[in-house]
């Protein structure tokens, strides 16, 4: 038959599947005339009769030495205050120096508290807790360090707080959620009326980290799930659904030791967040190419009997849409690094690494490894040579037609509906959320904070730390006990600090506020503003409000400048890959359009549907990315068969093909991605479910609404003049009418076969 190259395809003996290698001198007879360019071409590189086994071979050899590596990425995350902290904020400063006096520690706060009133037999419970507390020396608690008890100030004390430092050395997160159940198995449940929790840094920590515990393999079997569900749906297949799956989990473990040898020998940051979203992008975005590959593998397989050369053609013809998806994704991920967020540069490289992966394997590994089953993998429903491609006059074909007659009035309703869904964005409240509201339960530590905030100033447990020079102590130290906001009698030199380093001092005051409040924050900002206006003290405050609010900051800036830098390099991709201007810019704005009706659609249903209390300051900037950098896929997809499909037969029915080509795998890709970001939902943390599924709408807007509907409208509306400056921009008036092409006929006419061999799949 005749390619979409001109070139001429098999002829002679016509089988109903290829099997293994029995079939591949029976290929190599029938087609030595009709390959020429295409076995120069890279596809042959991974997918001839000799190299395709070399392909998998190696992968093989790679996996078996990496695999060490990529169990110990837990193991080489660092979630500590720094990995997450602008690096040059002052809370950062504080921290870093605060080191010169003491050890990091966390305070693991003990409150007991009963409504009416603490009995002889409760103060006698807890002086013996103190002391057993003092002997505790596992797990980094330095139990000889122990204050309190500390009782309210009533004539009849309700309740008493008891501090236990834990040390934070370089192992101190992966032992925190121990040293605190160390310190509950010591000081007990509950019991007779008195209530027992514990909370402070130290607990809050430990509730996090528990949360975290796990996160690789939880996202991971719900990723899967999610993709094998897919799969299943999309193929039809019990074999197909194997190898795509196969090749997914391999990008998995070496973008996961890849990132870990670089951790470890390279200073990258990884971080509980990074480890997790490289599982759901290696999932996502691996899964999306492979679908999209095999669609046009299954094109091929129809026009060509050889599979080696159906395979070679569909790398040659995807190839390049695939690679700018997958440039676009890593390019935005590195955009990344600019942040002034620690934990947000970070997850630059990580996810970047991850995708860079995941794009590696499936031009590679999968390929070869399809290319190796044959034919009978796609069973039950196997594209035979010279069958009629069923996408030709599908669904998507007669929407295309639909909106051919009045394109542009789809266009107006379509951008006006999602305009009217980013009203919701009013709703949106990215300020930050509080501990307390970052748990979609109620742990241990959250209940015991709203337990000490009844009886004790609501900032005790997470103090203000304040560094200064030795000789302004005593005015800095006035002037922070005489700022609004601070318990003015609270100043003090915690225990196991030293007095004074190399002319500095340390200490310590609490705030009446809670510390992750915004009453606290406003506070950190008066503090600040009092202590650098005495000269020569150079006073630094930091402590955990401190940098909640660098943090803050520090994502705003984020925001401002990290949205149109990825904006500029998806533009830039786009126009190299479309070689036009008009049609990426439309495409920009569609995304954008996308991306705000996500937003708004999110805010309402996290106000009146999930009742969470606010989203984090990088909410917004996260969902951007993976929005806009992952969302472009569809349309890079779309719009690249349109253009292939427009140098053939004119723009207005090539966008008609494109459509009816690419609706169905598109559409079975973005319920991927969509799956595999809503199993960030599983987790028990309001910050990843709120971006899980944000991102899960938005891919879904995007798949349904913008990609098929906006997009194929603003193109049949525009007509020629997308591709401007672009030679096709001018096209005649003499080109086809929209409306799917017949395809050629094949050059031989093949026989016709069962699909299957009785009693199974066919061999």
Same mark, same amino acid.
């Given at each position: 038959m005749t390619d979409a190259q001109g070139t001429r395809g098999p002829q002679g003996s016509q089988t109903s599947q290829d099997s293994g290698d029995s079939q591949d001198s029976r290929d190599s007879q029938d087609s030595r005339g009709s390959q020429g360019r295409q076995r120069r071409g890279i596809g042959w590189l991974v997918c001839g009769r000799r190299s395709k086994w070399l392909v998998v071979g190696l992968w093989l050899v790679l996996l078996v030495l990496i695999a060490p590596f990529a169990q110990k990425l837990t193991d080489a995350q660092d979630n500590d205050a720094a990995s997450w902290l602008p690096g040059s904020a002052e809370s950062t400063q504080v921290l870093q120096t605060s080191e010169d006096f003491r050890p990091e520690q966390l305070p693991a706060i003990v409150v007991y508290a009963r409504a009416d009133g603490l009995t002889a037999q409760d103060r006698v419970r807890i002086a013996r807790d103190v002391r057993e507390l003092k002997e505790l020396s596992e797990h980094g608690i330095r139990g000889t360090e122990t204050r309190g008890p500390v009782f309210d100030r009533r004539p009849a004390p309700? %309740?008493?707080?008891?501090?236990?430092?834990i040390t934070m050395d370089e192992k101190g997160w992966e032992r925190i959620a121990p040293a605190v159940d160390a310190i509950r198995a010591d000081v007990g449940e509950s019991e007779d009326g008195l209530a027992v929790h514990i909370t402070g840094p130290g607990g809050t920590s430990a509730d996090f980290s528990e949360a975290f515990e796990g996160i690789d393999s939880t996202l991971l079997f719900s990723a899967m799930a999610v993709v094998v569900v897919m799969l299943l749906l999309t193929y039809r297949s019990p074999t197909l659904l194997l190898v795509p799956l196969l090749g997914v989990v391999a990008a998995l473990f070496t973008a996961q030791a890849l990132v870990y040898l670089l951790a470890e020998h390279a200073g990258l940051t990884v971080n509980g967040q990074s480890a997790g979203i490289l599982t759901v992008l290696v999932f996502g975005a691996g899964t999306d190419y492979a679908l999209l590959l095999v669609a046009r593998y299954r094109e091929e397989l129809r026009r060509h009997e050889d599979r080696h050369e159906a395979m070679a053609l569909a790398l040659h013809r995807a190839g390049p849409a695939v690679v700018a998806s997958g440039a676009t994704v890593v390019l935005s991920m590195l955009v990344l690094l600019a942040a002034e967020m620690n934990s947000t540069r970070g997850l630059g490289p990580v996810a970047a690494i991850g995708v860079a992966v995941a794009l590696f394997a499936m031009l590679t590994l999968f390929p070869a490894l399809l290319v190796i089953c044959g034919r009978w993998i796609f069973w039950p429903v196997i594209p035979h040579f010279g069958s009629e491609d069923p996408t030709e006059r599908g669904v998507w074909a007669r929407m295309g037609n639909r909106f051919s007659h009045r394109p542009r009035l789809v266009w107006v309703i379509t951008a006006a509906t999602l305009a009217l869904l980013s009203l919701g964005l009013i709703q949106l409240r990215a300020e930050g959320i509080s501990n307390a509201d970052s748990f979609t339960d109620k742990p241990d530590s959250i209940v015991g904070q709203e337990v000490s905030a009844r009886y004790f100033p609501a900032g005790s447990g997470d103090p203000l730390v304040v560094i200064s020079n030795r000789e302004q102590a005593e005015e800095v130290g006035r002037a922070v006990a005489d700022t609004r906001g601070v318990v003015p009698d609270s100043l003090?030199?915690?225990?196991?600090?030293?007095?004074?380093? #190399?002319?500095?001092?340390?200490? #310590?005051a609490t705030m009446t506020a809670p510390a992750d409040s915004e009453a606290a924050k406003r506070t950190v900002e008066r503090v600040r503003d009092a202590v650098h206006a005495i000269?020569?003290?150079?006073?630094?405050?930091g402590g955990g409000t401190a940098a909640l609010l660098?943090?803050?900051?520090?994502?705003?800036?984020?925001?401002?400048?990290?949205?149109?830098?990825?904006?500029?390099?998806?533009?830039?991709?786009l126009c190299a890959l479309l070689r036009a201007l008009i049609a990426p810019l439309l495409?920009?704005?569609?995304?954008?359009?996308?991306?705000?009706?996500a937003l708004g659609i999110s805010a309402l249903a996290f106000r009146y549907v999930f009742d969470y209390a606010g989203e984090t300051t990088d909410f917004p900037l996260f969902v951007f990315v993976f929005l806009v950098a992952l969302g472009i896929d569809y349309n890079i997809f779309l719009t690249t068969r349109i253009r292939e499909e427009a140098a053939r037969q004119g723009t207005r029915p090539g966008v008609v093909t494109g459509l009816a080509a690419?609706?169905?795998?598109?559409?079975?890709? @973005?319920?991927?991605?969509? @799956?595999?970001? %809503?199993?960030?939902?599983?987790?028990?943390?309001?910050?990843?479910? #709120?971006?899980?599924?944000?991102?899960a709408l938005g891919v879904l807007l995007d798949t349904f609404i913008v990609r098929s509907v906006l997009v194929t409208s603003l193109f049949l509306d525009v007509g020629p003049k997308i591709w401007w400056p672009n030679r096709l921009a001018h096209e005649t008036a003499s080109?086809?009418?929209?409306?799917?092409?017949?395809?050629?006929?094949?050059?031989? #006419?093949?026989?016709?076969?069962?699909?299957?061999?009785?009693? @199974?799949?066919?061999?």
């Open positions: 309700r %309740a008493a707080q008891v501090s236990v430092p003090g030199l915690p225990p196991g600090t030293k007095p004074e380093f #190399e002319g500095k001092v340390l200490f #310590e000269p020569d003290a150079n006073a630094r405050v660098d943090m803050d900051r520090a994502t705003t800036h984020d925001n401002i400048l990290i949205i149109p830098l990825v904006l500029l390099v998806v533009l830039l991709i495409l920009i704005g569609t995304v954008v359009l996308s991306f705000a009706a690419t609706g169905a795998v598109i559409t079975s890709a @973005g319920l991927v991605l969509a @799956g595999t970001f %809503a199993a960030l939902g599983t987790l028990p943390m309001v910050a990843f479910a #709120e971006i899980g599924f944000t991102v080109a086809p009418a929209a409306g799917p092409p017949t395809p050629p006929a094949p050059t031989a #006419e093949p026989p016709a076969e069962p699909a299957s061999r009785p009693g @199974g799949p066919p061999e």
